[in-house]
């Protein structure tokens, strides 16, 4: 009788552990998407952590111009009591979210001391319906 309950409690533990690890996420689950997919669900990107503790985006302003390319201008403001050297660029979407292939180039920004200065990008044909503003740190 002793054989049968430990054998049936291994079991029941044997099938707990399984269960737990299927939540758990084991080694080929899938790791957190979202943290890796701001790009798509976000107007301003910071591409890396430093960069995130040291500017911000106070404020974006979005406008079609007469020929219906898309014109955003982003103020960037540095966050910090030091001077900061960014990159900023604009990846332009068409309406479901995609690049129009449009993507300028980085341009650098010098911030001083809690300095806030606005990027402006313009898109280079009327496909573009969304945008992502993306920041990084100098290179």
Same mark, same amino acid.
Request: with cysteine; charged share 20%; proline share 4%.
């Given at each position: 009788?002793?054989?049968?309950?430990?054998?049936?409690?291994?079991?029941?533990?044997?099938?707990?552990?399984?269960?737990?690890?299927?939540?758990s996420?084991?080694a080929y689950?899938?790791?957190?998407?979202?943290?890796?997919?701001?790009?798509?669900?976000? @107007? =301003?990107?910071? &591409?890396?952590?430093?960069?995130?503790?040291?500017? #911000?985006? *106070?404020?974006?302003?979005?406008?079609?111009?007469?020929?219906?390319?898309?014109?955003?201008?982003?103020?960037?403001?540095?966050r910090?009591?030091?001077?900061?050297?960014?990159?900023?660029?604009?990846?332009?979407?068409?309406?479901?979210?995609?690049?129009?292939?449009?993507?300028? @180039? =980085?341009?650098? &920004?010098?911030?001083?001391?809690?300095?806030q200065? #606005?990027a *402006?990008?313009?898109?280079?044909?009327n496909?573009?319906?969304?945008?992502?503003?993306?920041?990084?740190?100098?290179r």
């Amino acid at each position: 009788m002793n054989i049968k309950v430990s054998i049936s409690l291994l079991s029941i533990a044997a099938a707990a552990l399984m269960a737990a690890g299927c939540h758990s996420g084991g080694a080929y689950a899938p790791k957190n998407t979202t943290q890796y997919d701001l790009e798509n669900h976000l @107007p =301003f990107v910071d &591409l890396d952590p430093v960069t995130q503790s040291q500017v #911000t985006c *106070s404020g974006v302003q979005v406008g079609s111009l007469p020929d219906g390319r898309l014109q955003v201008r982003a103020n960037i403001r540095n966050r910090v009591n030091k001077r900061v050297q960014v990159q900023v660029n604009c990846v332009f979407k068409d309406e479901q979210g995609f690049s129009t292939g449009d993507e300028t @180039p =980085f341009e650098t &920004l010098t911030l001083t001391e809690n300095e806030q200065e #606005t990027a *402006s990008f313009t898109s280079m044909n009327n496909k573009a319906k969304g945008y992502t503003v993306r920041v990084r740190l100098m290179r």
